[in-house]
């Protein structure tokens, strides 16, 4: 679409949000059936989204631009393998991840699913071979523990994902993550776990990330320190599309999962970069995971799209974001095990769509990815729901609920879902009281987002779902998704900022600023 006709469309939403005055008591009040009309479901998931400042001539308006747009020719395009990613010059196919062998993905017309099922097979039957104990330590032991070494992509997904299904490890090793180069992380870790029961995995797309290959560094002398240096061959393994540094490194070839630079980092759990979360719930929970993502992709493939789950969070984003120049989303899951979905929503949204440039290289007279942010429920409501309900800020909320829980504990599941429901009606609805101060105005929006249970099946399609919402939200805003070159500046400056602090005559010192150099010199210790 052509940066006149998109600049077009978000002036007309912009005028048509000033008009809008419905509140949601009126909405509510005028249409008895307003619950079932914005209502859909898909995949597992049911979602509800009448709570928001929407009526049927906006929402059908909405949905009718996302399809002038050309909204469907990009979707067959992701099938294609079209180089969507078209500043790297890379395809965008990481639905070929949760794929079946007669799927039509392809690259340069060659079908991707030949390699993707051959991967496939290799990383559960080493997962598999974890977990039953026919795969061992260098001096036979079990493990019991698996560290997944990596950042952002490489670290938020899995480690989200062990934590939300915890619950389906069995006898499987237990993981940890370790991310942050702050040495007490790694150490933190580590002193917890005897290196003969455990295996690390370093998972870096590029297998030059500074954080993982410092802490890579940090597990070969601790396993060579406990066990002898013969031992990290069989205590490491490397998930990565840099085979050659991965060699270089000294993990040996069948202790190597490769995955392709189609997939992007946030978007790799589905490949080999699951490593951690397969050996801690096996191959069979790994592929329902699969299964659901799969389940989600068809959704949002075939799905008209007034009822498509992700492209109705997609608008409904862009509608306030755009409309109405709010400028944070708060994702609130009813489920301690979801804790860190919000932290991996930050990076898949606030990576894929904090952009300002449009394809054609145009800076963008419209604002893209809000602040995504959260905390599971109940615990913010004793922090930040007081600014919620009452703050000058309107901030659209996502519940995230499950009808049953995995535990035994159904009585407490519903104390929990109630929570999170009476909280939604009371954003919505509020409370007229004469006091101002105890006066609660209501009127504020959120969606309700349930799933049955949290399981692999349904994790997989949740998580799909806010991917397809994602990648819907950059095509509407005419950005590149798939890229991150704004994180690359920070990297080289501190490169060239560390042999500062060993001398700090040496020539990189005078391209940083007065400022810097007197926090190197406070690093010093000299002044
Ligand atoms: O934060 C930048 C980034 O490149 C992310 O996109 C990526 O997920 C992360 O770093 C880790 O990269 P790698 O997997 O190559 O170590």
């Known amino acids: 679409m052509e940066h006149t006709a998109r600049t077009a469309f978000f002036e007309e939403l912009k005028a048509r949000a000033s008009h809008w005055t419905a509140d949601l008591r009126t909405l509510f009040q005028a249409d008895p059936n307003r619950a079932s009309t914005f209502r859909v479901k898909g995949a597992g998931i049911c979602l509800d989204f009448s709570k928001h400042w929407l009526d049927q001539p906006t929402w059908t308006w909405l949905c009718q631009q996302v399809d002038h747009m050309g909204f469907r020719e990009i979707q067959r395009e992701l099938l294609k393998g079209a180089r969507l990613n078209y500043t790297e010059n890379r395809a965008v196919l990481h639905l070929a991840l949760r794929g079946q062998a007669d799927d039509p993905f392809s690259l340069d017309g060659k079908?991707?699913?030949?390699?993707?099922?051959?991967?496939?097979?290799?990383?559960?039957?080493?997962?598999?071979?974890?977990?039953?104990?026919?795969?061992?330590?260098?001096?036979?032991?079990?493990?019991?523990?698996?560290?997944?070494?990596?950042?952002?992509?490489?670290?938020?997904?899995?480690?989200?994902?062990?934590?939300?299904?915890?619950?389906?490890?069995?006898?499987?090793?237990?993981?940890?993550?370790?991310?942050?180069?702050?040495?007490?992380?790694?150490?933190?870790?580590?002193?917890?776990?005897?290196?003969?029961?455990?295996?690390?995995?370093?998972?870096?797309?590029?297998?030059?990330?500074?954080?993982?290959?410092?802490?890579?560094?940090?597990?070969?002398?601790?396993?060579?320190?406990?066990?002898?240096?013969?031992?990290?061959?069989?205590?490491?393994?490397?998930?990565?599309?840099?085979?050659?540094?991965?060699?270089?490194?000294?993990?040996?070839?069948?202790?190597?999962?490769?995955?392709?630079?189609?997939?992007?980092?946030?978007?790799?759990?589905?490949?080999?970069?699951?490593?951690?979360?397969?050996?801690?719930?096996?191959?069979?929970?790994?592929?329902?995971?699969?299964a659901g993502a799969r389940a989600m992709d068809q959704h949002f493939l075939d799905t008209p799209l007034e009822s498509n789950l992700p492209v109705v969070l997609a608008l409904l984003g862009i509608w306030y974001r755009n409309g109405f120049d709010l400028r944070s989303h708060a994702v609130l899951p009813y489920s301690q095990r979801l804790a860190r979905f919000p932290a991996y929503l930050q990076q898949l949204e606030m990576e894929s769509n904090g952009k300002r440039i449009d394809h054609h290289g145009h800076e963008l007279s419209w604002h893209t990815a809000p602040v995504i942010w959260g905390e599971s429920g109940t615990n913010g409501q004793h922090a930040f729901h007081q600014w919620l309900h009452q703050g000058t800020d309107i901030i659209p909320v996502d519940f995230l609920l499950a009808?049953?829980?995995?535990?035994?504990?159904?009585?407490?599941?519903?104390?929990?879902?109630?929570?999170?429901?009476?909280?939604?009606?009371?954003?919505?609805?509020?409370?007229?009281?004469?006091?101002?101060?105890?006066?609660?105005?209501?009127?504020?929006?959120?969606?309700?987002?349930?799933?049955?249970?949290?399981?692999?099946?349904?994790?997989?399609?949740?998580?799909?779902?806010?991917?397809?919402?994602?990648?819907?939200?950059?095509?509407?805003?005419?950005?590149?998704?798939?890229?991150?070159?704004?994180?690359?500046?920070?990297?080289?400056?501190?490169?060239?900022?560390?042999?500062?602090?060993?001398?700090?005559?040496?020539?990189?010192?005078?391209?940083?600023?007065?400022?810097?150099?007197?926090?190197?010199e406070w690093m010093r210790n000299t002044d």
């Open 111 to 290: 079908g991707v699913m030949p390699d993707v099922l051959h991967e496939r097979a290799r990383c559960d039957r080493f997962a598999d071979g974890i977990r039953q104990g026919e795969i061992r330590g260098h001096s036979g032991q079990r493990f019991t523990d698996v560290i997944n070494l990596g950042i952002g992509g490489s670290d938020l997904g899995p480690l989200m994902a062990c934590q939300a299904l915890e619950p389906f490890r069995g006898n499987g090793p237990k993981t940890h993550f370790v991310s942050n180069v702050d040495p007490a992380h790694w150490g933190s870790v580590a002193s917890t776990l005897d290196p003969h029961k455990t295996l690390v995995i370093v998972a870096s797309k590029t297998f030059t990330t500074q954080e993982t290959m410092t802490n890579a560094r940090h597990a070969k002398d601790w396993i060579s320190r406990g066990l002898g240096p013969a031992a990290v061959a069989d205590h490491m393994i490397a998930v990565s599309t840099n085979l050659s540094a991965v060699r270089a490194f000294g993990i040996q070839e069948e202790r190597m999962f490769p995955f392709w630079d189609w997939v992007g980092g946030r978007f790799s759990l589905w490949s080999a970069i699951g490593m951690a979360l397969r050996c801690q719930i096996g191959s069979e929970q790994f592929s329902a995971l699969l």
């Open 403 to 520: 009808r049953e829980t995995v535990e035994e504990d159904q009585e407490g599941q519903l104390l929990l879902i109630a929570n999170g429901l009476a909280q939604a009606e009371a954003l919505a609805f509020g409370e007229a009281h004469p006091d101002p101060h105890r006066n609660m105005p209501g009127n504020r929006p959120s969606t309700l987002i349930g799933i049955e249970r949290l399981d692999p099946q349904n994790l997989g399609a949740l998580i799909a779902l806010y991917e397809h919402k994602t990648m819907t939200q950059g095509a509407i805003w005419g950005i590149n998704s798939f890229d991150q070159f704004g994180v690359e500046l920070g990297k080289r400056l501190c490169h060239a900022l560390l042999p500062t602090f060993q001398d700090p005559n040496h020539s990189n010192a005078s391209a940083f600023s007065s400022s810097t150099q007197a926090w190197v």
